[in-house]
């Protein structure tokens, strides 16, 4: 993307004004420089909403949410207002997830999701089971990265989950599903929709969830609590979120376990909304994920 920002500009004029390091307690300079490597940056092309300027400032806008083991902040990356010329890529909300480190999480259960998982520097393996404070820093960075990963792969195969923006450190930067004004998209919890939605949703939902047994991945945690309807567009489609505790279907000996548990909580949920019965058929949708598991 060509930058229509003039990043020298900008600097001489701060630092004639004094603005350089003037921001508010609740804003830094964007981090986008700092995640120059292909691996801490989203799938390319990235979007063209994709803030990429040098001279963006991220300013925290308040909490999403907080979890069992990271807390979610709505973030603006944005250019001064006065340098904006209403071109995609100036101003973009996101989702900033932190995680916090083991001692601070209520995430007691990650052995059964990473069972067949490797760390593959040896001394933060080391530093994690002796449980050091850099170990304990590494665990955290490695869920960030698990997600980051998780959620690169399965937007690159066109699942239904944010757009991953970067990562660095424990912090994963990833897509708003919301509205441009900032109100978050409602949890499918949260909704009361009618039963054709309700089918509707099923059969999106039985799409994600056979679409990922054919990466050979089970979500491991499903539920109306982590898919969001997007209010974006006329479908109101959901969005799957919270994936770092995906599961190997083949490795895990729970895989087949989680798979089912996934699928009898959303089918549970949708029967009771209306949703036809046999779009929301939990061993239909067992039977569909184990064959799309299935090699070729």
Not at 137 to 156: H, K, N, P, V
Not at 209 to 225: C, I, R, T
Not at 266 to 274: D, E, K, S
């Amino acid at each position: 993307m060509t930058s229509s920002f003039d990043w020298d500009t900008f600097y001489a004029l701060s630092l004639a004004t004094g603005d350089v390091d003037d921001l508010d307690d609740d804003q830094r300079w964007s981090t986008w420089p700092e995640t120059a490597h292909t691996v801490d940056r989203g799938p390319q092309p990235f979007p063209d909403w994709i803030v990429q300027h040098e001279g963006a400032i991220d300013t925290e806008l308040g909490v999403l949410k907080t979890g069992k083991e990271a807390d979610a902040f709505l973030l603006e990356r944005a250019l001064p207002e006065h340098e904006r010329t209403g071109a995609p890529g100036e101003a973009a909300l996101l989702v900033a997830k932190r995680y916090r480190s083991p001692e601070h999480t209520s995430f007691h259960r990650s052995h059964e999701y990473t069972q067949g998982r490797r760390v593959k520097d040896s001394r933060e393996a080391r530093a994690m089971a002796k449980g050091t404070a850099f170990g304990r820093q590494a665990a955290a960075g490695r869920w960030a990265r698990a997600e980051f990963d998780i959620l690169t792969l399965l937007w690159s195969a066109g699942l239904a989950v944010p757009y991953p923006v970067q990562i660095l450190g424990t912090e994963l930067l990833m897509e708003f599903i919301g509205t441009e004004d900032g109100t978050a998209a409602p949890r499918l919890q949260e909704t009361r929709p009618d039963p054709q939605t309700a089918t509707h949703w099923a059969e999106d939902l039985r799409s994600f969830v056979v679409d990922l047994a054919a990466l050979g991945l089970a979500h491991g945690d499903l539920s109306p609590y982590n898919i969001l309807v997007d209010p974006r567009g006329d479908r109101h489609d959901p969005v799957v979120i919270d994936v770092p505790q995906v599961v190997d279907l083949v490795v895990n000996t729970s895989g087949q376990t989680f798979l089912r548990r996934d699928c009898e909580n959303v089918c549970t949920w949708l029967r009771a909304h209306g949703a036809d019965p046999a779009a929301a058929d939990a061993e239909e949708w067992i039977a569909a994920a184990r064959t799309a598991q299935e090699p070729r």
